[in-house]
């Protein structure tokens, strides 16, 4: 494998082409602590691959008068990433036939940065009524393209206001961190709040101001 790997990572750079690697999860045996879990093919597939993603299905999806379900709700993990921040994690709906539900990923984030108004059970954009329950929403707005391409553009304005204020807060969180000892008790603790890795290093330096 590693052997085969070696020729198909410098195959692959010189083509650019991307290959895609499914597998599977198997488990350790005799391990008391710690995930069990493994992949198989050994560590020469880990070390090779630019992006690990960890998949996995969650809720089945149903619809009304049908008794097989017809889709799935999954959560994708990034496990490795050589080209971007790893760790992250997102969740979507998968339906069956025909794949990922892309106006399910905007009403989800439409919803959580506040562009959706929710009444109840009711959702309204810009002032009308959508309809009642999120997968009549879908619905709406797959019948209704017009109304989609206004939501994804309101959302990703929205999106890229959040990200902006939040940069904003994280740097005045980090110049703010070198001014210590504060004048303003308050100031101090809405700077623990806004931005939690300072936290620490904060701490010990107040523990630091209080021993002298």
Do not use: W
């Not at 890795?197 to 904060?202: E, F, G, R, T, V």
């Amino acid at each position: 494998m590693s052997l085969a790997l070696r020729k198909i990572a410098a195959n692959a750079a010189k083509s650019g082409c991307t290959i895609v690697f499914i597998n599977q999860l198997r488990f350790k045996v005799g391990v008391i602590f710690g995930n069990p879990e493994t992949t198989s093919g050994g560590n020469a597939l880990k070390y090779y691959s630019t992006m690990r993603l960890d998949i996995r299905a969650r809720d089945k999806i149903t619809e009304t008068g049908k008794a097989e379900p017809v889709g799935c709700r999954t959560r994708v993990k990034v496990i490795k990433n050589k080209v971007s921040p790893p760790h992250e994690s997102a969740e979507f709906d998968i339906m069956y036939g025909d794949g990922i539900n892309a106006a399910g990923c905007v009403f989800d984030v439409a919803k959580d940065l506040d562009v959706l108004e929710a009444r109840g059970a009711h959702y309204y954009f810009e002032g009308n009524k959508l309809a009642h329950g999120r997968e009549n929403v879908l619905t709406y707005l797959k019948e209704n393209p017009d109304t989609m391409a206004r939501l994804v553009v309101a959302t990703k304005a929205k999106l890229a206001e959040h990200r902006s204020s939040s940069s904003s807060r994280s740097g005045t969180a980090s110049r703010s961190s070198s001014s210590l000892p504060f004048d303003d008790d308050d100031d101090l603790d809405d700077l623990l709040e806004d931005d939690e890795a300072l936290n620490a290093d904060l701490m010990q330096r107040l523990d630091d101001i209080d021993d002298v």
